[in-house]
C-alpha cells in the first residue's frame, strides 16, 4: 500500500506534464498526494472496520461510505469528473466506469487477503462498488492478484503469467514511450503499469519506469508502485519519506493497517 502511495506522491509532478526519461529527481517540494493516495487509504479503512470478518457484502457496504467520508474531508484532492460527481452528490450506485481508479485504490486488498482467490474476490468487490464495468473489475482484480503474488514469493514470470491471463502484454516501454499519451481507462494504464514493474531491477527503478513512458503518471506509478513494494520491500527510509508528505490522519490509518492486517 505504501508502494502505491510512493508512485502516486511522485507521479503527482509528471500527471499533467509527463516526461519522457528515468533521469529525473523523485521527490520535490512540488510533490504531493492526490486522490490516488485518498482513496487507497479510504480501501485500507474500510478494511480495518471488518475487524477481521471475511465478509464481502458488509465490506462493499462500509467502503461506500468510507469512501464518501473521505471525499468530504478531502474535497480537492484531484478526483476523476464521474467519481468525483458519484461523491459529491452521495450516490451509492456504481455507474459503469471503466476508469483506472478502481486499479488505483486497491493494493490494501492484497495485503488484507490470506489467499489469491480472495484477493481477487476482494478486488472485484472493491471495484463494483463504482466502477462495475468489466474493464474496470478487471484493472482492481490484476492490479491486487498481482501484489498478492509479488509479496507472497511469487518471481516475476509468475506474476506476468498472471498478468497476462487478462491483459495482452507484449510490448516493452521503449516500444511505447514516444507514442504513449495520457490515458484515464484500466485497459491502457494497468498493463503499462505492469510492463514497468516486469522491466524493473528495483523499486525505485519501477517507479522511474513508470514516470518515463508518460500517460497518467500518478495513477500508473501507484499501480506499478503497489506490485514493486510487495515484490522489492521499501527501506525504512523510503517509508518515512513518502509519511512527511502526508497528514496526520492518513498517516495514523497507514500506521494502524500494517500493524493490525499486514503484521498480523
Known sequence: MIGAIFGDIVGSVYEFNNIKTKDFELFSDRCCFTDDTVMTVAVADALLQLNGKDDI???????????HRYGKKYPD???GGRFGLWLYLGHTEPYGSYGNGSAMRVSPIAWYADSLEKAIAYAKASAEVTHDHPEGIKGA???????YLARNGANMEQIKKFASKYYDINFTLDEIRPIYRFNETCQN???QAMQAFFEST??????RNGISIGGDSDTLCAICGAVAEGYYGLSTDEKHIITSYLDEDL???????YKVVVQK
Open 77 to 79: 484532492a484531484g478526483y
Open 251 to 257: 498517516e495514523k490509518i497507514i500506521e494502524r493497517f
Open 202 to 207: 528495483s523499486f525505485e527503478d519501477a517507479i
Open 141 to 147: 482484480v490484476v492490479t491486487a492478484g498481482a501484489t
Open 189 to 191: 494504464t494497468v498493463p
Open 57 to 67: 457484502e458488509l465490506f462493499k457496504k462500509i467502503l461506500i461510505k468510507t469512501m
